[in-house]
């Protein structure tokens, strides 16, 4: 074998030996092949080296010897039943809070008027809008990972988005963060690029969440806005700026990126005690000199699209309640999305605040609108909900396929 396609390995007081610079998919090719009971446990243990080299370079090892034997491969498997379950019975707790915090906060809701606000909707009028508006928001949404990733473009980005909410939804993690990798590959693109493209879209998107609320108080300028709302706003805004702080700090220095690591480690450690920290430093330091360029190119762009995908957002509930029969003298336009724009860090919890906001809004909108007009909001909000859950499931679903679909004919193609 040529000098040039082996590497020399072992450390001290080990045999050096000869292995062959094998590419990483083809390594992960073979090793699938093999039989459950002689996989390598970790998914880092799987790169060749002196003490486990692959089973078809002639080191003078049996095969069993040279792949550790894997005693019991059956913990992985409950594990993850455990963690869909546990998905199962989040997405049943917040069903429930969120019929009582309906019930509960805004009364009893005449249902049979709600179904009849159903009949309301205009497929042209209505459904054709709110589709486009939902378009426009995962277009908007989508914009920062294209600073963020050399080469990605809107359209992939897009897409990256949408499959990757899919795979969040129904899967446990790191499921998506998976998808993603592999997506990222399938375009020729650098993965680490990429998940670094995510993460800088992640702390983009969260101090957005926060920063809403200072725009939907700009936007009940006019109207009847009480103490507890400034305050709200204002605490949203503090927690927005220090997200953005953090941001620029991180383009500073090294130093100051360490600092970020341990603060947002001490943060991190607050809500989860178990949680392995250590490596933070060292990770804020490394997202630094990936993205510096990026980050520092696409920080007001990016913004500028999130925001536009917040109101974005809140359009399609404003489109569904014209829909439904209020007009511009029943509630306006400015009230609608203020509203919403107010409530906009509720988001954060499971499913999107499920109930929370719903119960905040509906309220709100009824004392403007009048009772008799309650029935109406709530229709309303149900539908603003299925077109932006359940459409970008099902946006993402068909794209997933679609993926899959181009990716599995390359392949094809490739070992032909």
Known sequence: MATANVVATGGPGHTRQAVPRWPRRVWRRWTSRWPPENRIATADARLPTAAHPPFWYNSGVSRAAEVPQVADQSTPV???????????AIWVVVGVFAWFALTRIIGAVDW??????????????????????????QVLNAVPLMYYVPGLGWFRSVENDLAANVVATFAPPPGDIVLRVAMFRSWGLDPVRGMTGVTLNSFKFYA???????????????????????????????????????LVLLLRSDALAELIGRIAGRLV???????????????MVRLRHEASDSLRRGLLPSMIALVGMVLADASILAVALRGVGLDAGSLPLLEILGWVLLCYPL?????????VLEAIVVGAWTLTAGVEHEASIVAATIVWR????LGTLALGGVVLAAWRLRYGRAETSAST
């Not at 049979?112 to 426009?136: I, Q």
């Not at 988001?347 to 109930?355: A, I, K, N, S």
């Open 78 to 88: 409950p594990h993850a039943l455990r963690r869909r379950l546990t998905r199962i």
């Open 112 to 137: 049979g008027a709600v179904a009849a606000a159903f009949g309301l909707l205009d497929p042209l009028a209505t459904v054709l809008p709110m589709f486009l508006l939902l378009l426009l928001r």
């Open 208 to 246: 957005v969440r926060f920063l809403a609320p200072v725009i939907g108080l700009v936007l009940l300028a006019g109207f009847e806005v009480q103490r507890r709302q400034w305050v709200v706003a204002v605490l949203c805004l503090a927690v927005s700026a220090a997200i953005l702080a953090a």
């Open 269 to 283: 450690r607050l809500v989860k005690r178990s949680a392995d920290v250590s490596g933070y430093p060292a990770r």
């Open 347 to 355: 988001t954060t919890l499971p499913l999107f605040g499920l109930g």
């Open 386 to 389: 299925a077109v932006t859950i």
